[in-house]
């Protein structure tokens, strides 16, 4: 009688096949969908709501530790701490996403147009992004901060300016490198508009790095956000923010109040983990060369 080995049940199999990049990409993508599900949800989820303070803060401001009636304890001022975290996420994920979508929107079409038109519109434009790349992202966001204000809109325009370059010099010098092949060149001699070899032929064969260049920016957008809330610019300071929350927190730190600095903190450090190894997985997925290195090493 012949012996048949039982099978694994296929969710095990198919970690088995995975490579350890291959798993950290999946647990950050597990990690960024479980804080865009709460940001999404913060409503339901919410004891207290981000602005209503279970306590009338104005003549009796107290610091609540965790409790069963607030989790992760209250404010200087009576806000709910967890709350506020749960709305914190809901405001970093609309100024990331809006400051990622515009350097992308800006940086990949003028990326295209200097890479196949060249000339001197590639030598302004390489000139102008140069310019602005050489400058630390966190100083050219505070400085935008102060002249166009704050708001969700302010700040995302705010670092988004840091990011354009990137997707500008990626995809340029893709653009560069496929213009030369034989199905432009047809596309051309059959007389393709500009327009059209740019739409039809070269976006899809140029935006490959741009997922992960999406996905990084994502998360360092996050941190660039805190440092724009903790130096009192940004969002409004009546809109729960990570950043803001962590510098109220710190005047109580010495005091021994570690829970308004402990849970906004370790919230912002772990999207931002999440949202790296996603874009760390992604790269390797995108990328040949590195997934032939992972196969030597395995």
Known sequence: MAITKRRLPTFLQFSKSLN????????????????????????????????QNPKDFLSNPIHEPPSAKHWFGTSRLGYDVYSRTLFGAQAALQVVILATALSMIIGVPLGMLSGYLGGKLDKVLLFIMDSIYT?????????????????????????????????????RNHTVSVKTEVFIEAAQAMGASTWVVLSRYLFFNVIQSVPVLFTLNAADAILVLGGLGFLGLGLPEEVAEWGHDLKQALEALPTGIWWTTLFPGLTMTLMVVGLSLLGEGLNEFVNPRLRRENRIRQ
């Open 20 to 51: 350890l990049s291959q798993k950290l990409m999946f647990i950050g993508l597990a990690i960024t969908l479980f804080f865009v599900f709460l940001a999404f949800f913060a409503p339901v989820f919410q004891a207290w709501g981000w602005l």
């Open 135 to 171: 400058l630390p992202g966190l100083l050219l966001s505070v400085t935008l901060a102060f002249v166009v204000g704050r708001g969700i809109l302010n700040a995302a325009i705010a670092i988004s300016i840091a990011y354009i370059p990137q997707y500008y010099r990626v995809v």
